[in-house]
């Protein structure tokens, strides 16, 4: 059987990634193709509008890249608005076509890294675990981030369709 | 590096478990510690009732266990009620009880079996596959069914809380 575990260890990442484009492409389609007025829609009475909710997804997505040690982050100015506060606390000043732009723009570079990456660097820790905490819980790793991130895409999605 | 690649493939297979884990756990604790008469609150107006969503969530674990190869469903009385039709177009006859005694079971009944099966099985293909067809589409394996499923119980679970 010599050769084939490289075989089955990227066979597994490719599911991971596999779940993580699925999702992408679910959530991307679905947002990109609302229109300003559908976008300030709530999912439920008095909870998140759909615009706060793709706001959110887009942060976490930029938060990605220096978690997983991929360089540096592009909007950090997303923060204010869609991760420290909840909806309508602060004025969201980013339209569709600001986040539909910056949407693309991350899901195209986390896909490239994503793809570039061996199977050893995503069993690799991520960079919000020290040397010392990943000895003792080595699940913390980059692909752990991929597929919980993954859920937390579908978790937003599942509310975000309730709109239509 | 001989020797590594096994850790390795069981690195990935374990981040994938702990990914059904976190929302087996997080389903379960929500739909379980709800009363009768939350259950039957809907998701938004007009939407799914929570116990509709549980019944679903368990009837598509129940129906894991064929579609794994790991034997004999346990419940397909759920079907008609919670795949089939959509919410409240049936009658319900399954209590809250009923629904957290067949949750239960199901979670214990597949946790073993997931945990029981090797790198290898879980890369094989899964049950409505053919032989041919998983010659084209080797990523139609077991593995991808349990990444699938786990985003499908995120994607409700983002509903459900919305009961809160």
Not at 47 to 71: E, F
Not at 83 to 107: G, Q
Not at 114 to 123: K, Q, V
Request: glycine share 4%.
């Amino acid at each position: 059987m010599t050769g084939s575990e490289p075989m089955s260890e990227t066979a597994f990442l490719e599911s991971g990634l596999r779940s993580w484009r699925i999702a992408m492409d679910r959530s991307g389609k679905f947002f990109t193709s609302r229109s300003a007025e559908e976008l300030e829609k709530t999912i439920a009475p008095d909870r998140n509008r759909l615009i706060y909710l793709w706001g959110h997804l887009t942060a976490v997505n930029d938060r990605m890249i220096p978690l997983l040690g991929l360089g540096a982050r592009f909007y950090p100015e997303l923060d204010p608005v869609f991760i420290v506060t909840p909806d309508r606390s602060v004025a969201n000043t980013f339209t569709a076509k600001d986040l539909a732009e910056k949407w693309n723009h991350l899901d195209q570079f986390l896909w490239q890294k994503f793809n570039a990456l061996s199977p050893a660097e995503w069993l690799a820790r991520h960079e919000e675990v020290s040397e010392e905490a990943f000895q003792a819980e080595p699940h913390r790793n980059r692909f752990n981030v991929l597929l919980n991130r993954t859920n937390h895409i579908s978790f937003h999605v599942g509310q975000a369709i309730l709109t239509r």
